[in-house]
């Protein structure tokens, strides 16, 4: 016997809350894409601003060199070696990816960290932008849909966490509106994933 | 058939190898299984990659072999499409089917829910964890007043898993809680209180790496064709013993119905 649905008599939990939640979703949604076209506008002058202003020796000494067998296994870098990784060095790492036709990982798990150092106030929002929209450009390039699909929901889930914290006024109710966040980023992501990865 | 939707609003929780667990159980039977992968993260759709992957792998280990009768494919993304797939496995002789859902709270997932039989939700005894399977436990209970009275809804049970010898100890009554710490009893007595599956899954290095091994049958096929690794063997055989009692008990459960 074929499986059926079961009769709704009310919409599901989620479903209700997505409905009830309509306008803020919506008007999130908006903000949001102004603010990362904002951002993606202001990332590529702040990083021209801050690699003029970098002392070339100073540089030097942040920065480690990718040792090779660091780039035969491209996906299993680990995250603190791979916040250091000079932009060459990451420039490797990432074709090596490309020609393994592996999902980097290690971009994701990167980015996550880099959004909880954000969320203790470590880091500053701007920084964790510009490190999502290059991750998520990262892994466009090795078509890896799913994983993009992940860069958005926490490329998503900080800026509109910082607007809970906004909306809200109160670091204390900043995971106030945190299931009305879910349910934005379910339909954000609907909708991305629509679009297919971004190029 | 049996649909087993594997859902929990934590992430690390142990979905993935929740299914990994039963899936083993299933082909260690020759039965047919295929897991639904809507997980984002794709671990599940990754396990037979990481399986043959020879990074890390030690110079003349012997890969296992995938097994014929274990299928793993992505979710439909829609509703009807979910549906016509369950109808076409069931008539291709599936004999289970896992589906694999992402962390938070989706609509999505509740419809990978309302289509099972039975819905797992696997839990560590931890606080946090535990906090989040009781939220799990309650999102589901919203989801049965949202359907008649008429239609079947799956059974809702957790699972145990990563669980100390200490705390498995205590859930069958062999040492007593003074052993525990008050931590531990409050997650004793709150895992009581839901809901639960009666076999707990201990805490293991060889689980925690199910994902990377393979399906248990086959790691353990491999595993014994290499030298010196016995011990991995005995490992690998009494984790898939008890996989294959979990198995039995999930098997036996019905779906209850709406509102009842």
């Known amino acids: 016997m074929a499986r059926k649905p079961p009769v709704r008599i009310a919409p599901s939990p989620v479903a209700a809350l997505v409905e009830e939640n309509a306008a803020f979703i919506a008007e999130a949604a908006r903000k949001y894409r102004e603010v990362d076209v904002e951002t993606r506008k202001g990332a590529a002058a702040d990083e021209a601003a801050r690699d003029a202003a970098r002392p070339p020796a100073a540089a030097a000494k942040a920065m480690v060199p990718l040792a090779q067998p660091v780039a035969a296994a491209p996906d299993r870098v680990p995250v603190k070696l791979f916040l250091r990784l000079s932009e060459a060095s990451r420039e490797r790492l990432h074709a090596a990816a490309a020609r393994a036709q592996v999902v980097p990982r290690l971009m994701e798990t990167a980015l996550i960290a880099q959004c909880e150092r954000w969320l203790k106030g470590d880091a500053d929002a701007g920084a964790l932008q510009r490190f999502a929209n290059e991750a998520q450009m990262r892994v466009a390039q090795v078509r890896a849909p799913d994983a993009v699909t992940r860069m958005v929901t926490w490329k998503v889930t900080a800026r509109l966490i910082e607007e809970a914290h906004c909306i809200a006024g109160d670091p204390g109710m900043m995971f106030a509106h945190t299931k009305v966040l879910s349910a934005f980023v379910n339909a954000y992501l609907a909708a991305e994933i629509e679009k297919g990865p971004r190029p | ?260």
């Open chain 2, 1 to 260: 058939m049996k649909v087993i939707t594997v859902a929990q609003q934590k992430g690390g929780s142990g979905k993935s190898t929740t299914c990994a667990i039963l899936a083993s159980a299933a082909v260690a039977q020759n039965l047919a299984v295929t897991i639904l992968d809507c997980d984002t993260d794709g671990q599940i759709m990754g396990w037979r990659n990481r399986m043959e992957a020879p990074v890390g792998k030690t110079q003349g280990a012997v890969v296992p072999t995938w097994p014929a009768t274990l299928t793993i494919t992505r979710a439909p993304t829609s509703v009807g499409a979910l549906y016509e797939a369950l109808d076409t496995l069931e008539e291709e002789g599936c004999a289970l089917c896992l589906i694999d859902t992402k962390p938070g709270s989706s609509v999505s997932t509740e419809e990978f829910m309302f289509a099972a039989d039975l819905v797992i939700i696997p839990t560590k005894p931890k606080t946090a964890e535990l906090t989040l399977s009781v939220n799990t436990v309650a999102w589901l209970e919203k989801c049965k007043d949202s359907v008649s009275r008429e239609s079947a809804f799956p059974a809702v049970r957790t699972l145990l898993l990563d669980c100390p010898l200490e705390i498995l100890r205590e859930l069958v009554q062999m040492e007593g809680r003074k052993k525990l710490s008050a931590l531990d009893q409050v997650a004793v007595d709150t895992l009581r209180r839901l809901p639960h599956l009666s076999v707990p899954i201990q805490t293991s290095k060889d689980l925690a790496n199910i994902l990377a091994y393979g399906p248990l049958p086959a790691a353990i096929a491999a595993h014994r064709a290499m030298a010196g690794q016995q011990l991995r063997v005995s490992a690998f055989e009494g984790l898939l013993a008890v996989a294959e009692l979990l198995f039995e008990e999930v098997m036996a459960i019905s779906p209850v119905m709406g509102r009842a």
